[in-house]
């Protein structure tokens, strides 16, 4: 079983619907959850991270950690076609630089 | 600001051989970690090197070694190449150092460098 579960897809929404991905993991020692996006050929780009539990919202984008039930999730309003993109979730120790990523979500969103 | 560079961007070898990989980090950083991405996979940590050493290694045999020169750029070595070390490695750079009290350190990824073993 990997440390971090994350549900492939594809994902396709319509046009300025909401995106709604998550994250499951099994070691409670994480600390940072974040979440990456990566776009075909390119190396992926940090959106957003939290520490420990609670939201986060940074624009159209929330981050949530629930560090009860070991789950992150992250929400996209009013989402775009330039949204389309794999979106990876990454966490971390408090100490340390590695990131264990899930495998990632591919999402579409179509005009 | 150039950001993280890789090179080569794409590279093609054959069984058994070996290979180098190069990385730049972004300005004013001083930690760079190497990740190995398969194809539709995420990320997976190869090891960390900050002070030209290596200070963390995730779990790649020892055919993966790397280094880290005075100016902070790092190369990766992979040996003995097999069929299945074909993917996108990808090079991400830090700094040890904490801006502002901040307790996270962003790492920014570079493009990365894709390896086809044939």
């Known amino acids: 079983q990997k440390e971090v579960e994350q549900d492939p897809g594809p994902l396709s929404v319509p046009e300025g619907a909401i995106v709604s991905l998550n994250c499951t993991y099994s070691n409670s020692a994480f600390q940072y959850f974040m979440w990456y996006r990566q776009y075909s050929r390119k190396g992926p780009e940090l959106l957003m991270y939290t520490y420990s539990s609670g939201n986060k919202e940074d624009g159209r984008f929330t981050a949530q950690v629930d560090k009860s039930s070991k789950y992150i999730s992250l929400f996209i309003r009013d989402s775009q076609p330039s949204d389309s993109a794999t979106y990876l979730c990454a966490m971390r120790y408090a100490a340390g630089n590695k990131l264990t990523f899930g495998g990632g979500t591919r999402v579409l969103v179509k005009p | 600001d150039a950001g993280v560079t890789q090179s080569p961007t794409h590279l093609i070898k054959t069984r058994g051989q070996q290979v180098t990989l190069r990385c730049s980090p972004k300005?004013?950083?001083?930690?760079v970690s190497w990740y190995q991405q398969a194809l539709g996979q995420g990320p997976q940590f190869i090891f960390q090197y900050y002070e030209e050493e290596e200070r963390q290694r995730g779990n790649f045999p020892d055919r993966f070694s790397g280094h880290q020169f005075p100016n902070y750029s790092s190369e990766l070595n992979v040996n003995a190449l097999l069929l299945g070390d074909s993917a996108l490695y990808l090079c991400a750079s830090s700094t040890a150092h904490r801006a502002g009290g901040t307790p996270y350190n962003e790492q920014f990824f570079g493009p990365g460098t894709r390896l086809t073993v044939l």
């Open positions: 300005s004013g950083h001083d930690t």
